[in-house]
């Protein structure tokens, strides 16, 4: 899916930097996966500012 949804945001976006772009590739990515992107819920440890420190 992954490979999939990038073709589809490189057609969209000139530059492969585009920070639109990138932002972009996530929210479709996100549509087609849903929660299972976050499997270890890692943004809600990100969000809580809960890190493992070395």
Known sequence: ???ETATSVLQDY???DDL???TDYFK???HYR???LDK???M???KQMRFNKP
């Open 1 to 3: 899916m992954q490979i």
């Open 20 to 22: 639109t772009g990138i």
């Open 40 to 42: 270890k819920n890692i």
């Open 28 to 30: 479709r990515l996100y």
């Open 14 to 16: 000139e530059k492969v």
């Open 44 to 46: 809600d440890e990100f």
């Open 34 to 36: 849903g929660t299972s």
